[in-house]
C-alpha cells in the first residue's frame, strides 16, 4: 500500500481546494495516484465546491422556521451568490432545512472557530481533568476527542444533520454548493424558545 505524505495531501490541496480531510481520503482510496483523486474529488463535487468556497456570496435569504406549536423559532440568514440562485426553490428548501435543524438541534454558534475561547478552554480543562492518571499520549487523544464531540454538539456546521444523521450540515452545504453551483454560507441565526433567558 502506498504511504500517503503530508506533501502529496497538501499538492492536492493546492490543486483542488478541497479540505485536508478530503484530500487525504481521495488518496487513501485511490492508492496514492494524484489524477485518480483528483477525478474521485471532482465526482464527489468537493473539488468543485472547495473552488465556489471562496467567492463572494452577497445575495441569500433570511428565513424564519416555527416549530409546532410556537413554541420554538429561528431565523436564519443563508448566502448565496446571486439573487437568481436565492429565488430557487431548492436553494429555498435547504434555508428551511438548515432553520428547521437549528430549531432540533440547539447549536450555539455557527462553526467551531466561533466558538468563544474561553468556553474551548473550559471544555479542554474538563477533559484533561477526566483523563487523569492514564497516560500523557492516551490524555491528549481522550481531550481531542472530548472537544471534537462537544464541538459536534455545539458548533451547526458540526452537527449530524437531524434528516440525515450519517452527514454533516458541513457535508449537506458541500452537497449544495456542488449541485446548485454557487457559493453558499450559513452567515448567522437566532434560536428563540419560550421561557429561554435571551
Not at 65 to 93: M, P
Not at 142 to 164: C, H, R, T, W
Amino acid at each position: 500500500m502506498t504511504q500517503i505524505t503530508a506533501s502529496m495531501v497538501a499538492d492536492l490541496r493546492a490543486k483542488t481546494s478541497a479540505g485536508l480531510m478530503d484530500c487525504k481520503k481521495a488518496l487513501t482510496e485511490n492508492e496514492g495516484d494524484f489524477d485518480k483523486a483528483v477525478e474521485w474529488l471532482r465526482k464527489k463535487g468537493i473539488a468543485s465546491a472547495a473552488k465556489k468556497a471562496g467567492r463572494d456570496a452577497s445575495e441569500g435569504l433570511v428565513s424564519s422556521y416555527i416549530h409546532l406549536g410556537g413554541k420554538v423559532g429561528v431565523l436564519v440568514e443563508v448566502n448565496c451568490e446571486t439573487d437568481f440562485v436565492a429565488k430557487n426553490e431548492d436553494f429555498q428548501q435547504f434555508v428551511k432545512d438548515i432553520g428547521m435543524h437549528i430549531a432540533a438541534a440547539n447549536p450555539i454558534v455557527v462553526s467551531r472557530e466561533d466558538v468563544a475561547e474561553d468556553l474551548v478552554e473550559k471544555e479542554r480543562e474538563i477533559a484533561t481533568a477526566q483523563a487523569e492518571g492514564k497516560p500523557p499520549q492516551a490524555v491528549q487523544k481522550i481531550v481531542e476527542g472530548k472537544l471534537e464531540k462537544y464541538f459536534s454538539q455545539v458548533a451547526l456546521m458540526e452537527q449530524p444533520f437531524v434528516k440525515n444523521p450519517d452527514q454533516t450540515i458541513k457535508d449537506l452545504v458541500t452537497e449544495k454548493i456542488s449541485t446548485i453551483g454557487e457559493n453558499i454560507v450559513i452567515r448567522r441565526f437566532a434560536r428563540f424558545q419560550i421561557g429561554d433567558e435571551a
